[in-house]
């Protein structure tokens, strides 16, 4: 069973900040923060990982609560290409669990 | 882009048939995996693969075969394909190694008539 709670939906205006939040109140001390995203008829795609600290890369930020028990994933210029399904996951064993993600539209 | 490669992309086949899917990487992963992605269920674990000739079964196995006689290439095997296992399958690779990420190919979507 998936580990984390997601919105189903969310929608953000071209080129505005994106925040997608995720709850992991059962997170154990060795678990990643994994976010992936799905595009349309496409493979999941990898975003961003963390552990403790705050994360940054060329396609996103994670945010990560000081007790571990809440992340969110921030676009910082949302774009129409950004318009995907975004998965938070937690590890369990040598198994991810995915739920069924945020939808995320883009209004241009 | 992660090598892995999916092979067919799509089938079209009736049900009681066999039906085996390929999943080929050139990264040398230990780890391999297939999901099935059905609407309202996201991705969901079949079987997986820590090393060749070394399988364990995911969240949703029955009915389902896998074997990995190479590094590079991993089989997911139906053997009687039912209208249930209309879906798409995504063959995933890792190193194993935490934090493990995955990297997915491109899918294959199987229809089950």
């Known amino acids: 069973d998936a580990k984390t709670t997601q919105p189903n939906s969310m929608e953000s205006n071209e080129e505005e900040p994106v925040h997608l939040p995720c709850n992991h109140s059962t997170i154990s001390g060795t678990d990643y923060i994994h976010w992936y995203r799905q595009l349309p008829s496409q493979g999941p795609e990898y975003v961003i990982h963390?552990?403790?600290s705050n994360v940054n890369n060329r396609m996103a930020s994670l945010a990560i609560a000081e007790d571990r028990k809440s992340s969110t994933l921030i676009l910082h210029r949302a774009t129409l290409r950004d318009a995907a399904v975004y998965y938070c996951?937690?590890?369990?064993?040598?198994?991810?669990?995915f739920g069924t993600g945020t939808s995320l539209t883009v209004i241009p | 882009d992660a090598g892995i490669t999916q092979s067919p992309r799509h089938k079209v086949t009736e049900t009681g048939t066999p039906v085996t899917l390929r999943c080929h990487q050139t990264?040398?992963?230990?780890?391999m995996y297939w999901y099935r992605q059905d609407p309202g269920h996201g991705l969901r674990l079949i079987h997986y693969?820590?090393?060749?000739?070394?399988?364990d079964k995911g969240e949703v196995s029955d009915g389902y075969s896998v074997s990995r006689s190479k590094t590079e290439d991993f089989l997911l095997t139906l053997e009687s394909a039912t209208s249930s296992q209309t879906s798409v399958y995504f063959c995933a690779i890792s190193e194993g190694v935490l934090p493990d990420t995955q990297y997915f190919g491109p899918g294959t979507r199987l229809t089950v008539l």
């Open positions: 990264e040398n992963h230990r780890y």
């Open positions: 963390g552990l403790t």
């Open positions: 693969s820590y090393g060749v000739k070394d399988t």
């Open positions: 996951i937690l590890r369990e064993g040598n198994q991810f669990y």
